[in-house]
């Protein structure tokens, strides 16, 4: 059970202090699963009022997720987000939520903006070679996911087609997953810690799950980029996750908020952290500056 207590509230007080409250001047970047919904994908309808609270205030939300385009826009819907900007794939795809945009190969409404992408072969002769009952994903910017086995039923959103693991490489990949379901997330990463995959992004995720991205690609790198764009100083961002794929863009925000029951990991990255997601720890983050 995750303890979150008055020392942590004025910590958390403390670190958002220093923001601007609620309206043009604040920029927000959500991470989406174990943040922003619920690791069974459920959304409380505390956090969701939060969240259109900020955007009639004129708050600039942006979605940060390690989720692909299609299951990204499935969440979006969810929340009955309007138009914005959404970062996938850890970094490696930006793109606008736009009502009626229709692009070849890319969700209805999404329009694809920069991404970042790169050929993952030696990642999966290695993965393949010493985690041998590894499932993998590899993801492009457009068009079917390319998977070497059907993962657990739910897992994934969109289209796939299943080959043989010498056909999932390619130039036009942004994410490699691997995903060991007979493993804890523990004991991937010590298989995976151990194999020196140099050249590449990796991050486990709370479950077995481990996403590889292009060397340097990073949630922070398509944020900063977009947060250029806004003509917005750094001083003036909040980012909250609670993943080691949120670690970079905590601390690269002006203000980074850890979910309570993020790991170690991410909690020293933050300057503080909120109630679990299960405690609408986001909601008591974002109503502070309403």
Excluded at 3 to 23: I, N, Q
Excluded at 219 to 234: N, W
Excluded at 266 to 273: E, L, Q
Aim: with cysteine.
């Amino acid at each position: 059970m995750t303890v979150f207590g008055a020392a942590d509230v004025a910590r958390l007080d403390d670190a958002l202090s220093g923001l601007p409250g609620a309206g043009p001047e604040l920029l927000v970047a959500l991470d989406l699963d174990g943040t922003t919904i619920r690791h069974d994908t459920s959304l409380s309808r505390r956090v969701s009022q939060a969240i259109h609270a900020h955007l009639e205030a004129g708050s600039h939300i942006v979605i940060a997720t390690g989720r692909g385009i299609d299951a990204m826009m499935l969440v979006a819907e969810q929340l009955e987000l309007p138009d914005g900007m959404a970062v996938c794939a850890n970094g490696a795809i930006t793109l606008s939520r736009e009502v009626g945009v229709v692009e070849p190969g890319i969700y209805p409404g999404a329009r694809l903006l920069d991404y970042t992408t790169f050929n993952p072969a030696g990642e999966i002769e290695t993965i393949m070679t010493y985690v041998p009952e590894a499932l993998l994903a590899v993801e492009p910017a457009r068009g079917p996911r390319r998977l070497s086995a059907p993962f657990p039923h739910g897992e994934l959103v969109g289209s796939s087609v299943i080959l043989p693991p010498h056909q999932l490489a390619g130039d036009d990949a942004t994410r490699l997953t691997v995903r060991a379901p007979s493993l804890s997330a523990e004991q991937l990463q010590d298989r995976i810690d151990g194999l020196g995959l140099d050249g590449v992004e990796y991050a486990v995720g709370w479950t077995a799950w481990l996403d590889i991205s292009p060397f340097g690609v990073s949630k922070a790198t398509a944020l900063e980029k977009l947060r250029q764009e806004y003509g917005m100083p750094t001083s003036n961002v909040l980012a909250v996750g609670d993943g080691d794929n949120d670690i970079e863009m905590l601390g690269w925000a002006g203000t980074g908020i850890s979910m309570g029951d993020a790991n170690d990991r991410v909690h020293a990255a933050a300057d503080a952290k909120t109630a679990s997601v299960g405690d609408d720890g986001l909601a008591i983050v974002l109503e502070r500056l309403l």
